[in-house]
């Protein structure tokens, strides 16, 4: 390693003067961490900024055509860093350079337990719509010619994008492809060395592999960005909308969530009046029964949640509603419905919805790592 950059970086502090140390080079890891803290030292005390970070970083990586062989070689060192310094600059980040990220770097922003659905909401719904398209085009052009290990350990080498694009493929054409064999075999691969002992990191890591597959599959396959971004609309609107001024919502949401902002409010009233206007309530036990054959999908809407919480409110204490809902999920979906990787994923995240509101009791489904799949109760 070279004697400038060690002496450097023993100030903790990394200026413009300096920013070779972040250049990825040879250093082991107990030099990695105090470079890692150095950054992090400077840049949240304003010494250094990320952006400039990032690029000299980027340069590097773009320069040597992302090959495998280099961020292998730097996949316990600088390359981490590469990643969470660029997933927190998503928003902004020239469209050329944002392509390669996020192409290269979408398994690896994953098992660092980076939140890539809130990233990239936020960054596509920060462009107008034609932008937005664009630039959903490109990542999937990109995505589909590139190929690279999805992790640097015994089972990520053996999972490379390409081996993925191809299950997914296979799975879509209706080829006995189990989906529970293309996430499992991506969870153990990204997931590598975190030793799963508690339900809660269980389910995290699952949910986690889950999203990482359907961004996967939602840039190489058939998709639309409409559907993504107003996964992004529904959230705003629920719970950040209000908090935002106009100058704010124009700024996160450009075009596309500005419009939304302004309308939304309306939107609301129109509904409430239809709902004056229906003299018979649905309950959610008979949504549900008409909704099955879709659950994982229709159970995240907010008004399946609304109709649910409306339910859970019917029962004498929340600890009774509870065991109520699992009775019902089982009895309408049964014990086949959990094969289904989605089904099983959508209750993981009904758990979290139900403690998140309060409602004490054991998970409705845990992970049997025996079996390889989701079962009902404890």
């Known amino acids: 390693m070279n ?42 005390t304003g010494k250094l900024s990320p952006k400039i970070a990032f690029v000299a970083m980027y340069d590097f990586f773009h320069e040597n055509n992302f090959d495998e062989n280099i961020m292998r070689k730097y996949s316990h060192t600088f390359w981490p860093l590469f990643v969470d310094i660029g997933w927190n600059l998503l928003v902004g980040m020239k469209a ?11 398994p690896f922003a994953t098992s660092a337990f980076i939140d ?46 390409s081996d993925l694009r191809l299950l997914l493929n296979k799975k879509d054409d209706g080829a006995n492809v189990s989906s529970y064999k293309v996430f499992e075999d991506t969870q153990k691969a990204l997931f ?35 559907d993504y971004l107003l996964g992004y609309f529904e959230n705003a609107k629920y719970n950040i909308a209000d908090k935002l001024s106009d100058k704010a919502k124009k700024e996160i949401g450009a075009n596309i969530l500005k419009f939304y902002f302004d309308n939304f409010n309306l939107l609301d009233e129109v509904d409430m009046e239809k709902e004056d206007q ?17 659950f994982a999908i229709w159970i995240n809407k907010p ?27 089982q009895t309408e979906l049964g014990n086949n419905g959990l094969q289904n990787i989605e089904i099983a994923l959508a209750i993981v995240n009904l758990d979290e ?22 079962k009902w109760g404890k």
């Open 3 to 44: 004697e400038d950059k060690v002496v450097d970086n023993q100030q903790n502090i990394i200026t413009d003067e300096n920013l070779d140390i972040l250049i990825p080079h040879e250093v082991t890891l107990d030099e990695m961490k105090k470079i890692r803290d150095s950054y992090y030292l400077s840049s949240s």
């Open 353 to 374: 919805f139900l403690n998140k509101n309060n409602y004490p009791g054991e998970d409705m489904v845990h992970y049997d790592e025996s079996m390889g799949n989701f």
């Open 278 to 294: 229906t003299s018979v309530i649905i309950p959610f036990s008979e949504r549900l029964i008409e909704n099955k054959s879709n």
């Open 303 to 329: 008004e399946a949640l609304r109709s649910l919480l409306t339910w859970l409110q019917s029962f004498e204490n929340k600890v009774k509603a509870r065991q109520e809902l699992e009775k019902l999920l």
């Open 96 to 106: 050329e350079i944002l392509v390669d990220f996020v192409s290269y770097t979408l």
């Open 192 to 226: 590598y060395d975190i030793v799963l002992d508690n339900e809660n990191l269980k389910k995290d890591v699952a949910l986690r592999s889950k999203k990482f597959v359907d961004r996967f599959s939602f840039f190489v396959g058939e998709s639309k960005i409409d």
């Open 116 to 161: 890539i659905d809130d990233k990239l909401l936020e960054m596509f719904a920060s462009k107008n719509y034609d932008q937005a398209e664009d630039l959903y085009k490109k990542i999937k052009n990109k995505m589909l010619s590139i190929d690279y290990p999805i992790a640097f350990n015994d089972i990520g080498e053996k999972l490379k994008v």
